[in-house]
Each structure stands twice: as structure tokens, then as C-alpha cells.
């Protein structure tokens, strides 16, 4: 049974692409088959893999120009290996930045990821979608191929009144959806020294209890490292504190306290 | 003469609404009557001053819907104060992300806020435009606006990366407008403790020589502070060392050493 999650927050530069790639990182480490998705027209995810989205033929994109016979052999046509053994990559391309002009109005555009996902469930244990910040058709089309929502929030005041108005989207999303849909709100980038981060913490422990992961990623220099070296933290160094931090959120998604 | 900036990147989370708003705050110490605009539908800035996105009716929403002809009474009519005197703001709200499928494919859309700031000539000196981390109508719209570009810049890998394709595609935009458009590229979140961030600054400097500011914003706390006051550093704590470096910066922009 393939398990699809997506990580999305309206709000820039939170750690969407570092919780995908560091989540991904570690279930490699746990022998999962993974296939990391980039819904992106910015492409850092791909860019992360040393892909260029300026330049890439075969992305995404293709998808959604595809006819839906053809989805099982267009998926497989632009699936990419990483740098990483048993992690796959659905690159992203910056051609992906006019599919909400080309397509926003025409219906039956929602489904277009979910239903590619599905004809890969036999290569793939687990899928992690990672989002644009912007409420688009891209994100609708995550929001649909998903079972469960990671929102990564920083620890502070704009971003907690982002995460209100993204609450207010999103149940309008989730109610006109087939099923349910749970999440799990994960405080990144979180310095301890702060008065601010340790106020807003607090704050989101008592406005979101149920949904806020126990798990706390710090500041840690050693994303960055990474990034440019295009490893996830959680291969190239497992025991630095961002990557332990990972772990824990990973092992409770696993257990999946929020099902609410 | 109205003086009109836009501040953008596609790379979420850059400190691109920091700087409009500390820019802003600057220039209101220096007696200009200023004008911020939010282009962003996820409404950063508009926050940012405690209006609420989510609620607003009136908004820059608003100039998109309106034949041309009512464009100031219109522009007139979604102006608010923020709490810094001097220092006004055109909202956005969450209804813009609609614009792109909206009013994509027509055409003529590209001037409307250009149009709009031009009413406005006789009330204010200097306009500062915040763009979303998108390339869409919104951002063509600023980017047709505004006559210089500021454009922050993480120093890390990945952005470096991403400033590149954002190049790419600031090319392509500016051979079809009319007119030059200058751009200064800012360091921003600068840590000199790290190597990766120092070796970054290296790779700016040689990648864009003539475009990189002299002054670089380091990281500093103070902003988030100031954010949860929802009032601009510059204004709240000029001697903030981040203050100081925004202040370095509007100096650079006035004297306009970009101009090639
Ligand atoms: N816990 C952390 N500690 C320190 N740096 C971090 C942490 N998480 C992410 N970063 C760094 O912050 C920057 C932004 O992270 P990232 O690109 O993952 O955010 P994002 O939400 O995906 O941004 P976008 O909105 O552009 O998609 C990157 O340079 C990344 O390396
Ligand atoms: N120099 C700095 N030092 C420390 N923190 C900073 C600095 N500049 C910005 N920040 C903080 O980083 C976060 C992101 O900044 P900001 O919202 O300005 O980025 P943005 O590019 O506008 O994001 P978006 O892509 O969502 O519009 C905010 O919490 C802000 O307070
Ligand atoms: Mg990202
Ligand atoms: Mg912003």
C-alpha cells in the first residue's frame, strides 16, 4: 500500500523542501522504496538533486499535457534516480509556473498527480510531495494525491498568523474532498535562544495541541551543508541535530499519533 | 517624480518582505512619503501591519476587477495606514491567488498596477512593491511597475542556484517591456560564522560583480522582534545591527551605483 505525504505551507522558505528530503532521507535509511515529487516551478528540490528545472525535457510538466491512457508510461519516462540509492525523484520545470493560467478553469485538472502516483504503487513503498508556496492548482493536485499533510511552521508571530489563514484553506479543501485528511503541524528552524521562538512555541502548543508534532527541528548550519552537496542531512550525517530531529518526527508520523 | 522599487525572488523565504518593510521605514526617517504595496496573495506584509488578508473586501484585488477608468477612486479607496506615520499600504488578500487563472490569458492586465501608482503621483515620493515567490501576472505586474529591482538573496548553494534560473527569466521579461530595468542583488541572513555562507558570498561576487550591493544584511533576531510588533527595525531600533545594514543599503540604492 503506497503511503503518499505531501509538505505544504503557503508561506516561503519554512523548510518545506528540507522536511521532504530529510524525511525521505531517512526512510531510505529505513529500506523504503521512496519517490520524492517536486510541484515546485521553482524547482529546489530538483535543484537540490543537481537537476536544472530551467532545462529538464521531461517534468511534471508532461503530466499534466498528458492524455490520462498514458500516465503510467509518461510517470515512468521522467522518473529520475538521486544521489541517493532507493530514492527516486519527479522533477519539477519552471514551464510548471503556466499550468495554473493553462489549465485553472478546466475541471477534472485535480487529480492528475494522484492518478500517476497510483500506477507506480508496485515500484514504490512511499511518496513525499513536495509543495510550492502559493495556493494553486499544483497544491490542490497535492493536497488531493496525499493521505496525510505535514505543515512545517517557523517559530514566529507572521508565520503563525500565516498558518491561521493556510487553517482557513485548507478546511475549505478538505471539505470538498472524498475522505479525510490528516496533518501534522512541525515547528522548524526553532532557536532555543530566542524569547520570540520560545513565545510562538508556546502559542502553537495551546492554538493546535492535537495536531503540533512533539518532534522540534532546530537551527542547525549543517542543512545548508548539505543542500550543497545534494544529500539529504539524514544520509549524510544521521547523528547532526536537524537529522535526529527528523528521525523523531519521521518514527511519529509512523505511529501516526494524529489521527484524529 | 515617484520613485517605484519592487522586491522579489522566486525562492520562498529570502527576506523579501523584510527588506520592503525596513527599506520603507528608512525612507519615512528620511521624510519621504511612502507607499508599500503587497503583491502577495498569501499576504505577508499586509500581516505584517495587523490588517487581516483573509477578511479584507477591499484590497489590490480590487484594481484587477475595475475598468481603467475608475482606477484612482478605486486606488484611493483600499489605502491604509500602518503604524508607522508617513508609511501607508495597498493590502493585499487571499483572493488574488485566483487572479492567475482569472485573467491569465487576457491580455492588457500586465500595466494595472502601473496604471494605479500613477494616480498616486502627487501623494507620495517613493512606492516599494513586495512580490510573491511566484513568477505570475502578479509579479509581471510588479516588475512592469517599478524601475529598479531588489532582489534578496540567501548566501547558500541552493539560492545561488535559484537566482540563476530567476536570471533566466528577468531576461526574457525585460527585453519585452519598455525601458531599461536595473536591479541591485542584496546578501541577505548573511552568518559569517559559516563557511558555506562566506564561500556563497565569494561565488555572488564573482557571478554578479556590477549587480551585488556592498552592503549585506546579516542575521539578526531583531527582525522577528519587530515583526511581532509589526513595525520596520529601521524605525523601531535604528542602531539593530540589521537596521544599520538596511540603512547601508538604501544609501547604495539612491545613489544608484547599479545604473549601467
Ligand atoms: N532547521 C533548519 N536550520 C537551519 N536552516 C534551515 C533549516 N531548515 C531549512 N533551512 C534552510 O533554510 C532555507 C529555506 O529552506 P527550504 O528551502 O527547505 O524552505 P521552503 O519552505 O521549501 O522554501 P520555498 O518556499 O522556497 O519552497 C534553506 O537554505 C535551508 O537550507
Ligand atoms: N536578516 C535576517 N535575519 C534574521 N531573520 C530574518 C532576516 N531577514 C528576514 N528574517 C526572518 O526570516 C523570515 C522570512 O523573511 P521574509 O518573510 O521577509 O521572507 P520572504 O522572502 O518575504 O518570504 P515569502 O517568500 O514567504 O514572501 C521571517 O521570519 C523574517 O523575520
Ligand atoms: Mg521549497
Ligand atoms: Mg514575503
Not at 19 to 30: M, S
Request: net charge positive; with cysteine; hydrophobic share 40%.
Amino acid at each position: 500500500m503506497l503511503k503518499i505525504w505531501a509538505v505544504a505551507n503557503q508561506k516561503g522558505g519554512v523548510g518545506k523542501t528540507t522536511t521532504a528530503v530529510n524525511l525521505a532521507g531517512q526512510l531510505v535509511r529505513e529500506q523504503q522504496r521512496v519517490l520524492l515529487v517536486d510541484m515546485d516551478p521553482h524547482g529546489s528540490m530538483t535543484a537540490y538533486f543537481r537537476q536544472d528545472p530551467d532545462t529538464l525535457e521531461k517534468s511534471i510538466y508532461q503530466l499534466f499535457q498528458a492524455p490520462a491512457v498514458n500516465l503510467k508510461q509518461i510517470t515512468e519516462s521522467i522518473l529520475l534516480p538521486t544521489s541517493v540509492n532507493g530514492l527516486s525523484l519527479l522533477p519539477a520545470s519552471t514551464a510548471m509556473v503556466t499550468i495554473d493560467r493553462q489549465l485553472g478553469a478546466q475541471k477534472g485538472k485535480g487529480l492528475v498527480i494522484k492518478q500517476a502516483l497510483h500506477t507506480q504503487s508496485d515500484r514504490f513503498d512511499h511518496v513525499l510531495i513536495d509543495c510550492p508556496p502559493l495556493l494553486g492548482i499544483l497544491m490542490v493536485n497535492a493536497l488531493a494525491a496525499c493521505e496525510h499533510l505535514v505543515l512545517p511552521v517557523q517559530t514566529e508571530y507572521l508565520a503563525l498568523k500565516g498558518l491561521e489563514r493556510m487553517m482557513h484553506t485548507l478546511e475549505m479543501i478538505i471539505k470538498s474532498r472524498k475522505g479525510q485528511l490528516d496533518y501534522t503541524i512541525v515547528a522548524t528552524m526553532f532557536d532555543r535562544r530566542t524569547r520570540a521562538a520560545l513565545d510562538s512555541l508556546e502559542m502553537l502548543r495551546q492554538l493546535y495541541r492535537d495536531y503540533l508534532a512533539e518532534a522540534i527541528i532546530p537551527i542547525d548550519t549543517q542543512f545548508r551543508e548539505a543542500s550543497s552537496r545534494g544529500q539529504p542531512l539524514t544520509t549524510m550525517q544521521p547523528k547532526a541535530r536537524g537529522a535526529l530531529a527528523y528521525v523523531d518526527l519521521l518514527k511519529e508520523l509512523q505511529q501516526n499519533k494524529q489521527n484524529h
